[in-house]
């Protein structure tokens, strides 16, 4: 049987590989992926994964062909590898519907917001600095990764079956984030600063700082608002992402 090749793509990370130790591949700064296959077309149209909301994941593992480990990736480098798999399997044309019209994004002049180095405490290690602006509190934190992000849902699912009511992610993910208050790396320590120390605002203030510095892709676009002026607007990623109508 002759040996079938599949084209393949460089992915330049956003992170340009810095919060990744150097012994990590993801240090590189790049990732190899191929272009969809009827393969990759089954897992998006497979209900179970589409219910358990990890169909997304599931593409892009297999469309990854350097050897990492998918759960290394921060959210931001996920995000830029989910973007270069849509261009690659379907094309750079994003239809969606907003505010009850339909528009169409160029995904391939999508702007990568790259890492600032100066935000990082040190090359290979995801560590970053924050001091809270009300209470002064020096914040370490890190970018939340695939490893975290499925400890995070375990312990919120687990205290929604304590209360129904309750509603903890944001706090969960901000217990996760967080490395030091003041220089106290104590778990315990932490935990109890986020739930009982912690004000609002300075949640809300770390929260939009990170957003604010992290890598990531621009997911956002411009159209006219109902002045006549322009507005901006997160590009919806919804399953339509990956199976377009047309």
Do not use: C
């Not at 179970?48 to 892009?60: A, H, K, W």
């Not at 519907?97 to 890492?115: A, C, F, H, Q, W």
């Not at 079956?161 to 104590?186: A, F, H, Q, W």
């Amino acid at each position: 049987m002759s040996e079938f090749k599949f084209p393949t793509e460089q992915v330049e990370l956003p992170s340009k590989g810095l919060v990744y130790p150097e012994s990590n591949p993801l240090s590189s700064g790049t990732i190899e992926m191929k272009y969809m296959t009827a393969k990759e077309e089954d897992i998006l149209t497979n209900q179970n994964y589409i219910q358990d909301g990890t169909v997304i994941d599931r593409l892009l593992k297999s469309l990854i062909i350097s050897k990492v480990n998918y759960d290394d990736l921060i959210v931001g480098d996920k995000n830029a590898i989910m973007v270069a798999a849509r261009v690659l399997g379907y094309g750079k044309d994003y239809s969606f519907t907003y505010l009850g019209e339909e528009r169409t994004v160029d995904l391939s002049i999508i702007e990568p917001k790259y890492l600032l180095e100066e935000n990082l405490v040190e090359n290979g290690i995801n560590k970053f600095t924050f001091t809270l602006p009300s209470t002064g509190n020096t914040i370490e934190y890190k970018l939340l990764t695939g490893h975290d992000d499925k400890k995070i849902k375990a312990e919120v699912k687990g205290l929604q079956k304590i209360d129904k009511n309750s509603s903890p992610e944001l706090s969960t993910r901000l217990k996760y984030m967080i490395l030091s208050v003041d220089g106290n790396t104590d778990t315990k320590s932490i935990r109890e600063f986020v739930d009982n120390f912690m004000l609002a605002r300075d949640a809300k203030a770390l929260r939009n700082h990170i957003s604010n510095t992290q890598p990531d892709v621009d997911l956002t676009f411009e159209y006219e608002g109902p002045n006549g002026a322009d507005e901006e607007a997160t590009i919806p990623i919804t399953l339509n992402f990956f199976w377009p109508d047309n």
